[in-house]
Every structure is written in C-alpha cells, then in structure tokens.
C-alpha cells in the first residue's frame, strides 16, 4: 500500500471511478482509490443500466443528466473504450395518480432542450400493443434514451485514471479516517495507513459508515431495488424501449433474448442483499397489470441492490464544514450511472480549485440539510415526487435552497 497521496478516494464504483479520472485530467495524479472488493462490485453492477434525460426529477437533475449524457456521447473518443449505448428510447407511463408529475417533468425537459413527445393512450396502445393501457391517462416519450455497460465505463475511466498514475487497490478494506484538530490526516486500512490531507467519500450505500468514521452523519437513506431477468421471451421484441409505469415505480425493457424489469424502493439498513422470491411474486404481480402476456414469461436470475437516496432527490458534494478535507461525492440514488461524468467532473474540480467551473455547487452540499429535521421516513418511493401523488411517506420538513443566481459552464445553453 502507497504510504502517502495526494487524494485518497474511498470507493470504486461508477462515482469513484469518474472521480478518480477526472482528478488526474486536472493534473491531480498521486490519487489512491481503495476499493474493499473489485471495482464496480457494489450498487454500480447492479444497475439497470440505462442512459436517461428522462429519469430526472426537477431542473438541476434533468441538467446533470443532460450535461453527461453529451458527455456519453464523446466518451469513446475521449477515453478509447466503446460504452456499448443502444438507443431504444424511453417511454413513461401515467395513470390519474402520477399524470400531473409527468406533465410537468416534460414541460421542463422541453424548456432544456430534451426532446420529450406526450402520447396518448391510443397512440401508446397502437405502438405497443402488448401493454394494458386502459388506467393510463398519459405517456411520455423520449426519442434518446437507451441502455449503457456500466463496466466498460467504469474500467474505462479507472483505465485512463491509472495510465496516469492513479493507484488501485482492490480488496482492500478502508476501516477509518484519521482527523486530528478537526483535519483530515489519512485513511486507516487493512494494508497500512495513508497520509492525506484529502479524502473522497464515492463509498456509494457505504457512504454513512464512512462519514461515522469522521464524525459526520450523511443525510443518506439506503434503499433497495430488486431487479429480474427472464428467460427468452419473443413475444416482446427487442427493440422495445424502457418502458416505466411511473406511479408504482416499475419497469422493463428488452435484454438479450428475454425482458429485464426492476421495482422497489424500500428503506434498508442492509448494504449487501440476496435476491428474495417475496420480491419476484410482487414484481410478477405488478408486470402482469401492465402487460399481460408477460404472466408466460420464466423467471431466469435476479438480483437487489442497494441506492443511496437523499431526501430531495440530489447528490450530496463537496465539503463538510466540520472536517478539512473531507469531500462528499454520494447520494446519487439510481442515477448513478446515468450522472457519473458530471459527479467526477464537479468534484474534481472542487479538489483542485476549491470550486466548480462547470456548475454551481452550492445546491449539492450537505449543509442544506442542517437544521432540517425529516418528519417521517417509512417507505422510500421517488423521493423528489412526494408531493406530486400518493403514497407521500416520505416528507422533507423543508424546501431545497433556491439559488437564483447560476454560475458555471452547464448554463451555456442559455
């Protein structure tokens, strides 16, 4: 194990990785990312894998995903590695429950410049006509959505970060932070100690036991989703796209020669969860509402991973006031995949100027959060719709900071 480093970045999932190599694009190389098993072995392996501009709840999500969603798009050029994107778009599904949330979240993808189609029942019945759409009230399509591989993004930013000097150490675990009058010293372990004067947390649902470390209680809540693959399914073509019934939070799209579909976002305090059949009958019960047909599908593998929620729906960056040189980069809840440039590229910049010339960071600290108390957390739905259609269970006792003023490169468009 390296004795000492510039950066030390706990984690290497999709967070970790983007951060590692943007660091070292910014000339930050003595970086070392410990990682307790395998890069990507964490909630980035157990994605859907989807690349979306619709899968934002409000604008600052919709431009993150915006930003590195062009990012995507240059990331072969960029970085040598193909990320294996299939365009199939994405289409959203509203019963009477959730129509007024996704009007609106298309309104605003419009006024960003996503290109966002409303459709009818009819017209959705008419292009997939396997689905059931007689609760459907309004469907929205977005034309470039589709699917991504998350591992060769992953080893595809570590790669470069590594050719760079960046140092990987795999099945290493991390087990404490040393801070000493109220700064960060180094990270304690199970190879050696670290000297650093600045540590990033990309632990992912690991995030709250690292912030302990420090002192620091992470405004994070775990959820879990479950995911299932079935066997071959030709009934529904391949080139279906993402289909998401937005109200009961569930959805599907083609995978090789069967469906994968995923539901659930349940509170945990587990961070490592075997697949559980109780999951497979509600998912069963619930596909089947939708689409029918899909009561003859076999059930191949399934697996449930854990997402770091915040109560508002947006990461949680840079600094903790209380402790110098330690760097938040986590609660990017199942957008991880979908936002990881900009999540690498915010962060990497606030470590190598103290601030971010891409956008203004100061909706995405931890301190919006001071003060604040949660009335009630039972059942973590999408946490950002709360008050858009019931169930409401989850209830922010305050209002996400308005700033008013934006700075930063990701306004350009404007």
């Not at 991390?174 to 180094?186: C, L, P, Q, T």
């Not at 599907?252 to 697949?275: H, N, V």
Request: charged share 20%; glycine share 10%; with cysteine.
């Amino acid at each position: 194990m390296q004795a000492t480093a510039d950066v030390v970045i706990i984690g290497a999932g999709v967070i970790g990785c983007s951060t590692a190599y943007h660091l070292a694009r910014l000339g930050i190389t003595d970086v070392v990312v410990v990682e307790m098993n395998q890069v990507g072995s964490g909630s980035s392996s157990k994605s859907a894998s989807m690349l979306s501009l619709q899968f934002c709840s409000g604008e600052l999500s919709a431009r993150l995903a915006k930003y590195s969603y062009e990012k995507y798009m240059q990331f072969e050029e960029e970085l040598g590695v193909p990320i294996d994107f299939k365009k199939t778009g994405w289409l959203s599904l509203a019963t009477q429950e959730s129509a007024a949330y996704l009007r609106e979240n298309a309104e605003l993808s419009r006024s960003l410049g996503i290109e966002t189609d409303e459709l009818t029942p009819e017209e959705i019945k008419r292009l997939y006509p396997a689905l059931n759409t007689e609760d459907i009230v309004l469907g929205t399509w977005g034309p470039d959505d589709g699917s991504i591989d998350p591992h060769m993004i992953m080893w595809g930013y570590m790669g470069q970060a590594r050719k760079m000097g960046v140092r990987l150490y795999q099945g290493v675990r991390a087990s404490g932070i040393r801070v000493r009058k109220g700064r960060v010293e180094g990270v304690v372990t199970a190879d050696g100690f670290v000297a650093t004067r600045t540590v990033v947390n990309a632990a992912g649902p690991w995030a709250i036991e690292v912030g302990e470390w420090v002192g620091v209680e992470i405004p994070i809540v775990n959820s879990a989703r479950s995911i299932v693959v079935t066997g071959p399914f030709p009934e529904i073509p391949p080139t279906w796209p993402f289909i998401e019934d937005v109200t009961v939070e569930w959805y599907f799209r083609p995978e090789g020669p069967g469906i994968l579909m995923g539901m659930g976002a349940l509170p945990t305090d587990e961070l490592e969860i075997p697949f559980r059949m109780q999951v497979l009958e509600e998912m069963i019960e619930t596909a089947v509402h939708r689409v029918p047909i899909l009561m003859q599908a076999s059930f191949l593998t399934g697996w449930t991973g854990v997402r770091p929620m915040t109560l508002d729906d947006l990461p949680i960056l840079g600094p903790v006031p209380s402790v110098e040189g330690f760097i938040l980069n986590c609660g990017w809840g199942g957008s991880g995949i979908i936002k990881a440039p900009i999540a690498g590229q915010l962060v990497a910049e606030y470590v190598r100027h103290g601030e971010s010339s891409t956008m203004d960071m100061r909706p995405f600290l931890v301190e919006r959060f001071e003060g604040k108390a949660v009335e009630e957390v039972r059942d973590v739905r999408v946490v950002a719709r709360q008050d858009q259609f019931p169930p409401r269970s989850v209830r922010p006792g305050w209002e996400p900071e308005q700033v008013t003023e934006q700075r930063g490169g990701i306004y350009d468009d404007e």
